[in-house]
């Protein structure tokens, strides 16, 4: 501290009123709130806007995975084999890309057809090597077109 001279001393004194006039210049929490229930429905709508943007047929396994499959497959609703639990997918995978596709086409337990998706059968495919290779598998996954 022993260099500390009169040009510091005043950078430090600007630097703490700066600060402190930012922190009276922020507004209350509430505010915040106010704000983000506002633009909620605007976010809500360009998340759509973005999903709905790729035609069908030309998603990826990721996009499709996030849109329909993890809504599942994140947490093992209705004991659906989790993303990333290598365990529950080995026995699965053993199936291959084929036997996964039927399954996963006619529905299988507590999944409906298709996941409930509208994915064509590439979109499938790659969805489903997305989620097997995640969890200890090493399909091919379709190129997308
Ligand atoms: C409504 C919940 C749900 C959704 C949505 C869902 N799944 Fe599933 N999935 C399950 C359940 C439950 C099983 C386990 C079925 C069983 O073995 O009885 C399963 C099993 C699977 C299997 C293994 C099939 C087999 O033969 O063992 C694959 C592959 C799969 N899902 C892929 C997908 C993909 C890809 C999507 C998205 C397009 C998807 N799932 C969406 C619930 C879901």
Not at 4 to 28: C, D, H, I, K
Not at 33 to 40: G, H, L, Q, V
Not at 112 to 120: K, W
């Amino acid at each position: 501290m022993a260099h500390l001279n009169g040009r510091t001393l005043a950078a430090a004194g600007v630097l703490v009123l700066s600060v402190s006039a930012f922190a009276m210049g922020s507004r209350p929490k509430d505010a915040d709130e106010a704000t983000n229930k506002r633009i909620a429905p605007v976010s809500r709508v360009q998340m759509a806007a973005e999903s709905a943007t790729a035609a069908v047929g030309s998603r990826s396994g990721e996009q499709i995975y996030k849109a329909v499959c993890g809504a599942c497959h994140d947490s093992g609703v209705a004991n659906a084999p989790k993303l990333g639990d290598k365990a529950a997918w080995a026995p699965r995978i053993a199936l291959g890309l084929d036997g996964l596709m039927k399954s996963a086409i006619a529905g299988k337990g507590g999944m409906p057809p298709r996941g409930a998706s509208d994915a064509n059968d590439a979109e499938l495919a790659r969805a489903i090597a997305y989620v097997a290779n995640k969890s200890g598998g090493n399909l091919k996954e379709p190129a997308a077109k």
